[in-house]
């Protein structure tokens, strides 16, 4: 599933410059943190915050605000670790654009409040979803239609998950099968390494056997 680019509402927009300093002032980041920042990092933009009062939908308590922030590259590339310094500093779920040589690129972490911390501190995955490379003049679409800021968040989210949604699933469940999938997906490379380089055909034939049954589970987890 590719997700699209979205059109944010006029009222949603406050397209304000954050400072990397500010950023990294909330993190306690390393110097590999900042270099990151310094040296892929063209600007960081705070560009449109759903809200009751700016989106006309009711907010929930796990998503009581859902923000955009833009981040312009100096490059091709940008390390997840920017991204989870921004998120460390943001105490909202965040949905990020990135802007480089290649066009717009749509990422998010799932980001929740944590159940076991009287604080309210919030819980984001350290796995990063992303829509691709879209064309930088790629037609954008209005927001989908949602009951709360909570389905929307969560919707969202659920195109970024390459493993598509299966009717009656629970964002975390899509999550939980596309986390699996990728695990064996990593087992299967490092497999087919192996197998490569196996020259005994008993040990070829075990490996091969191995290798048909994680295909299999990957197959069964990504289904629809």
Known sequence: MSCPLYQYPAKTRLDRVVAKQKVLAHTKGSNKLRERFRDEVEQITWHAKMAPNTLNLPSTKDVPELQVFVVTLKGEALHDDVLSAIDRAIPFPIVFELKGPSGVCVKAAYKRPSQADANHCWVTDESYLSSGWHEKDTE?????????????????????????KRDGERLEEQLARFSAASALEKQAAKLET?????????????????????????????AH
Do not use: D, M
């Open 140 to 164: 954008r679409h209005p927001l989908p239609p949602a009951i709360h800021l909570k389905a929307l968040y969560h919707q969202w989210l659920s195109e970024l998950i390459p493993t598509p």
């Open 194 to 222: 192996r197998l490569r380089n196996t020259k005994q055909f008993n040990r070829k034939v075990e490996l091969n056997a191995k290798l048909r049954g994680i295909r299999k589970q990957i197959t069964e987890y990504i």
